[in-house]
């Protein structure tokens, strides 16, 4: 499946830092979502950038807009990043099926068992709006998202 700008995002179901379920499609109809795809908790450049969202988060986390951050780490990784972080958004667990929801959003790297820092905005129809990943080891900049939440 190839996601194309203006098609219905792929619906998928993870636990968060907390074991709460959450659901894109429960979104649908009242937020637009940020999909934020990340390598691994408490890694460098993961936490830098997940910490460059929090200290903007009522720019992604607001009455129109719902942050989701995704990496393959367990829920219970996911927990104590978000805690000693101060995450106050939804950081959710890909752990299994392993990479599941990021090889749905093909942003999942085979050979290195996590996904790719990607990006991915939906609007409250749940289609896709904008989407942009980096390369290995290259860290999105806070413009990239800006520009993107400009298309809701």
Request: overall charge negative.
């Amino acid at each position: 499946m190839s996601l194309i700008i203006g098609e219905t995002a792929p619906d998928f179901e993870l636990p968060n830092q907390n074991g709460e379920p959450v659901r894109l499609s429960d979104f649908r109809g009242k937020k637009a979502v940020v999909i934020v795809f990340y390598p691994l908790s408490f890694t460098g450049i993961c936490t830098g950038e997940l910490c460059e969202l929090r200290d903007n988060i009522a720019q992604f986390q607001n009455d129109k807009v719902e942050l989701l951050a995704i990496s393959v780490d367990s829920k219970f990784t996911q927990k104590k990043f978000a805690e000693q972080e101060g995450y106050t958004f939804n950081v959710l667990s890909d752990f299994w099926p392993h990479g599941g929801v990021a090889k749905q959003y093909e942003v999942f790297l085979e050979d290195n068992g996590f996904a790719n820092r990607a990006t991915f905005v939906i609007n409250k129809d749940g289609e896709l709006v904008a989407s942009f990943k980096t390369a290995p080891g290259q860290p999105r900049s806070l413009a990239d998202y800006q520009k993107a939440l400009e298309l809701l």
